[in-house]
């Protein structure tokens, strides 16, 4: 009988870690930290933060990152007003999962050259690299 519930427990655990471990969001849309800041060295790019103004007032990966808090009702108009479609946009945040929800916002409404920085600043700031 002991038996039967601890593999019952595990069962359960593991559903659990499973489901909140997880995202689904499509790989295919994501850069590296590594990606992006090769490209900063070599183009001119756009990059939209989508954090809290609390998050940004703690350091941006590129000082001149357009803003867009991604948990405020107009945030799709907000982001979607100050951007191009036909031009490649990075999308981070600050573990990568807000700006994959984003990207996937963005693309639906035809903003096919948004990226999602994997990762989001937490990875740039591990990877080393300075913020502004």
């Known amino acids: 009988m002991k038996l039967n519930k601890l ?3 595990i069962l359960m655990l593991s559903s659990i870690l499973s489901f909140f471990g997880c995202n689904n969001f ?6 590296t930290v590594q990606e992006l800041h ?10 939209l933060d989508v954090r809290t103004p609390e998050e940004i007032a703690q350091g941006k990966i590129k000082s001149d990152a ?18 191009p479609k036909d031009k490649d946009v990075y999308v981070y945040c ?31 700031k591990a990877k080393g690299f300075e913020v502004e």
């Open 26 to 31: 499509p790989k295919e849309n994501n850069v």
């Open 94 to 124: 600050k573990g990568g999962t807000r700006s994959a929800k984003a990207v996937i916002k963005l693309r639906a409404l035809g903003f096919s050259k948004t990226h999602n920085v994997a990762g989001g600043i937490r990875a740039w």
């Open 38 to 47: 090769d490209v900063l060295a070599n183009d001119e790019v756009i990059v």
């Open 66 to 83: 357009l803003e867009a808090n991604f948990f405020e009702d107009n945030f799709i108009e907000k982001a979607t007003a100050q951007l």
């Open 7 to 9: 593999t019952l427990v």
